[in-house]
T-cell receptor
């Protein structure tokens, strides 16, 4: 059983399109995250939700909108995609400050 | 930027040798964690050390923490080819669930 699963694994799209990435965790964790890893492997936190409430919202363009329908799901919608959005996006979850459990990432390529 | 820094950026050693990676961070922390990332995969938690601890062991891993210098080191003893991966430190800023990752060390263990 995959603890944190993301779909799709790969996403290739053109500039200006809107796309979504989905994440689900079956660990019963209260907190979920989105991280962006660029081509140099730098990992930057984007958002975090705790029990469906947004608790961390870093300096991210408002073209990025997270949505948490319930505490097991955290989706990421991106409007008007730009070349610079190309990266690997990781979903993660944790419970009460415990270590993060990561999904295997979604590689987004914007052409 | 709150991003921590790790050094070296890349490390190449022979199987059986020890590998040491260092991490520096900028703010007060609750704990510091080390993660491994294999190519094309998500990050996997290795070990957590709390701010009131100085050293911790887990199998072939040894982690030290010096809060006065805001630095940590990860030692992998008797390295194996399977240890080839990128290693990241992450700090949990006091009072938040915000995990900030270092820049990572790419370790290559040659058989």
């Amino acid at each position: 059983d995959t603890a944190v699963s993301q779909t799709p694994k790969y996403l290739v799209t053109q500039m200006g399109n809107d796309k979504s990435i989905k994440c689900e965790q079956n660990l019963g964790h209260d907190t979920m995250y989105w991280y962006k890893q660029d081509s140099k492997k730098f990992l930057k936190i984007m958002f975090s939700y705790n029990n469906k409430e947004l608790i961390i919202n870093e300096t991210v363009p408002n073209r990025f909108s997270p949505k948490s329908p319930d505490k097991a799901h955290l989706n990421l919608h991106i409007n008007s995609l730009e070349l610079g959005d190309s990266a690997v996006y990781f979903c993660a979850s944790s419970q009460d400050g415990s270590p993060l459990h990561f999904g295997n990432g979604t590689r987004l390529t914007v052409t | 930027s709150q991003q921590g820094e790790e050094d070296p950026q890349a490390l190449s050693i022979q199987e059986g040798e020890n590998a040491t990676m260092n991490c520096s961070y900028k703010t007060s922390i609750n704990n510091l964690q080390w993660y491994r990332q294999n190519s094309g995969r998500g990050l996997v938690h290795l070990i957590l050390i709390r701010s009131n601890e100085r050293e911790k062991h887990s199998g072939r891993l040894r982690v030290t923490l010096d809060t006065s210098k805001k630095s940590s080191s990860l030692l992998i003893t008797a390295s194996r080819a399977a240890d080839t991966a990128s290693y990241f430190c992450a700090t949990d800023k006091s009072g938040t669930y915000k995990y900030i990752f270092g820049t990572g060390t790419r370790l290559k263990v040659l058989a």
